[in-house]
């Protein structure tokens, strides 16, 4: 009879406990406060509804796909085919080409705005619940495989944006405008109509769609400008036919100018001030005349920028309105908890009385928690950019020194500048290897500056304002005695051996008193390996942080020399400067430029009155030669400047042997002061 009471008894609890479970969670639910600090609809992103805009997406990409599948097939109509059965059809319809990433001249800024597009589409559909717009409400099992799809999808979707461009036709470009600000307006319209989602954050959608909105606005003032510049100038016909022909003859003329250089006499000793100068100098990509990074390295900066603006974002929004909740929502009772478990400091832990204090304290340290992430997020892209802007100088001293023959300065050993299989794959792919290095790169620097900000000031800066929890400080107060013990022996072996074991003498220096070198060794040996200790967590910090820092740097290898082939970021850059010096060399593509024109004397006149520029200034002719004689005289100059470019050292025997300044037609300047 007692048993089944006290069984009957128990069953009740336990009914009751259940009952009031609802109430047990409402008292102890993280979102409840007494007084809210901030609204609920603030607290609550889930409480936004679906907004439902007046173009929907589905409807916005079945009306534009058929236009720009029409656009890519009526663009195919004015492109001939170079090689698969020319004579059919005029060589009508050709194969559309995006964009020439070859070429030194173009609508750079037009290709980079539609990569731009192209990226941030790419970050919207990894969260997004419908990657494919075509099809809504895809099931879990399914959309994976239409991510997939719409990783094929985007780039054909918006290929007439940069393909118009590349046709250079009027039609073209008034296609390109049309169908620029149809896809502007309609974003814009979008985002006007339904500012706020429930996605992660209200504002987060509309945030994330300012890149493609900006590159849409660019797109749509540069169709406009090239459609009135095709009315308003006249193109050559061989500017049409060859691209980067200006580029070419400008840095030609830059390289084969005889300018000194300012500031070449070098001081022996610099300042510290001018040394940190010239340090952050480097960081800081300066445009030079004559030179012009290549479109590839434009693509791979603007989508690596694009990709810190998204991924930064994401970090921000993910977290910090999470911390906001928290701490808004945090009540006495969490307070108590958190006492009892020793992570709040409190005057009476066993008491637990008013907690008023100990709940200011908990919502300091969320709020510090809060400033530590910012903060770290903003070092981080700051970095990542500075990171980013040094690649672009690296990216010219390299191509610079390999247009000159220096592949030693660039590689550690000779490579063969040529294309390959592997070359072509890594050419293809570095564009997007920068872009997917930026992202992982801040997301590793993020974590680590995020960790050590916070501990930095919950074990230092909040222990020294409020006196409390100043464990670590109590730690290394009572180990003083090992930490003087170890810089005293670090400086008395520096001491030692500059005043007792090193022999100095005018021009050279030796070992001496070699019997108490080998006493003093092996008598701190025990002391070495602490010191060794503490060498090696700083080994492994610096490592940690530099390799953070330069993750993004495609141009440097994280790893040594002899295993840096094992770096895939390194790697693809090195076969992706194979291609670039073998395909885009300036000097060659103009003399290759040189001998199609003078291959062809009978053609316009407005190209045999460029013959001096065509040149370089390599010559100054006084009466014109016959055709045949002018063009083999040119080849032998050409061969000329390109041997004493390629061996500079050939250039002061050249200058003894020649008695006369103007002979083989060239004209020696002479130094300016």
């Known amino acids: 009879m007692a048993a089944n009471g006290s069984g009957g008894m128990h069953d009740a609890l336990l009914d009751n406990g259940f009952a009031g479970t609802d109430d047990l969670v409402s008292d102890w639910y ?15 992103p889930s409480v936004i509804p679906d907004c439902d805009p007046t173009i929907s997406p589905r409807l916005y990409h079945i009306c534009m796909a058929p236009i720009s599948l029409a656009v890519l097939v009526g663009l195919s109509l004015l492109v001939k085919r170079r090689r698969l059965h ?56 399914t959309r994976e495989y239409w991510k997939i ?31 620029s600000w149809c896809h502007c307006v309609i974003h814009i319209w979008q985002k006007v109509d339904c500012p706020q989602s429930p996605k992660i954050y209200r504002y987060y959608s ?117 911390i906001q ?52 997020l903003v070092l981080c892209c700051l970095l990542t950019c500075a990171m980013l802007l040094r690649t672009l100088v690296m990216h010219r001293n390299n191509l610079k020194a390999l247009y000159q023959g220096a592949v030693l300065d660039v590689f550690y050993k000779a490579h063969i500048l040529r294309p390959s299989r592997q070359a072509i794959v890594c050419w293809m792919s570095f564009a997007a290897f920068q872009t997917a290095f930026a992202c992982l790169g801040l997301l590793i620097q993020q974590v680590i500056f995020f960790i050590c900000s916070v501990g930095f000031t919950f074990f230092f800066v909040i222990p020294l304002q409020s006196g409390t929890n ?31 074991f090193l022999e100095q003498h005018p021009l050279r220096k030796e070992l001496t008193n070699r019997r108490a070198l080998y006493i003093v060794t092996y008598l701190l040996f025990p002391i070495n390996v602490l010191v060794g200790v503490l060498a090696g967590v700083w080994r492994m910090v610096i490592s940690g942080l530099y390799n953070a820092i330069h993750f993004c740097q495609l141009d440097i290898s994280l790893l040594n ?11 693809a850059y090195c076969h992706y400067l194979k291609i670039e010096v073998s395909q885009s060399h300036p000097v060659m593509k103009a003399f290759c430029l040189l001998l199609l024109q003078l291959a062809r004397p009978e053609g316009p006149p407005g190209l045999r009155s ?45 200058k003894t042997a020649l008695s006369d300044p103007t002979a083989n037609g060239t004209q020696l300047s002479p130094p300016k002061p």
């Open 325 to 376: 909740i928290v701490r808004a929502g945090m009540t006495k009772d969490i307070v108590v908890l958190l006492v009892q478990f020793g992570l709040v400091p409190s005057e009476s832990p066993a008491v637990p009385g008013d907690m008023e204090k100990e709940l200011n304290t908990v919502k300091y340290y969320l709020w510090s928690l809060e400033v530590c992430y910012i903060c770290s």
């Open 470 to 500: 100043t464990h670590l400080f109590k730690i290394i107060q009572n180990m003083w005695p090992f930490w003087l013990t170890l810089v005293v022996a670090v400086i008395m072996q520096n001491l030692a051996a500059h005043y007792q």
């Open 206 to 322: 509309t945030l994330s769609y300012v890149p493609i909105i900006l590159c849409l606005v660019l797109l749509s003032l540069w169709y406009p400008a090239l459609l009135i510049r095709s009315f308003t100038r006249q193109e050559e016909t061989s500017d049409k036919e060859v691209t980067g022909r200006g580029y070419y003859k400008k840095y030609l003329k830059a390289v084969l100018s005889k300018r000194p250089r300012k500031g070449s006499s070098t001081k022996l000793e610099e300042s510290l001030l001018s040394r940190v100068q010239t340090y952050l100098c480097s960081y800081i990509y300066a445009p030079e005349e004559g030179f012009q990074i290549p479109l590839k390295l434009v693509l791979s900066i603007t989508t690596a920028v694009i990709a810190v603006y998204q991924v930064a974002l994401l970090l921000l929004v993910a977290v910090i309105p999470t």
């Open 561 to 571: 020399r002899g295993v840096e082939t094992f770096d895939p970021g390194y790697h």
């Open 610 to 654: 460029n013959n001096v520029e065509e040149g370089i200034q390599l010559m100054q002719p006084k009466k014109m030669p016959p055709s045949r004689a002018r063009f083999k005289q040119s080849r032998a100059r050409w061969w000329l400047a390109y041997t004493l470019l390629n061996n500079p050292s050939l250039t002061a025997c050249r």
């Open 149 to 179: 799809l719409a990783l094929l999808y985007y780039p054909a979707f918006y290929y007439p944006l940069i393909a118009c461009a590349t046709v250079r036709h009027r039609v073209s470009y008034l296609v390109g405008c049309l169908l």
């Open 30 to 44: 993280i979102y409840e406060t007494m007084e809210p600090a901030m609204p609920q609809d603030d607290m609550f």
């Open 86 to 141: 020319r004579s059919c059809w005029n060589g009508v319809p050709g194969l559309l080409s995006p964009v020439n990433f070859l070429e030194e001249e173009g609508n750079r800024g037009l290709a980079a705005a539609v990569f731009g597009i192209l990226f941030s589409s790419l970050c919207v559909l990894v969260l997004d619940r419908d990657p494919l717009p075509l099809i809504t409400d895809s099931s879990q099992s």
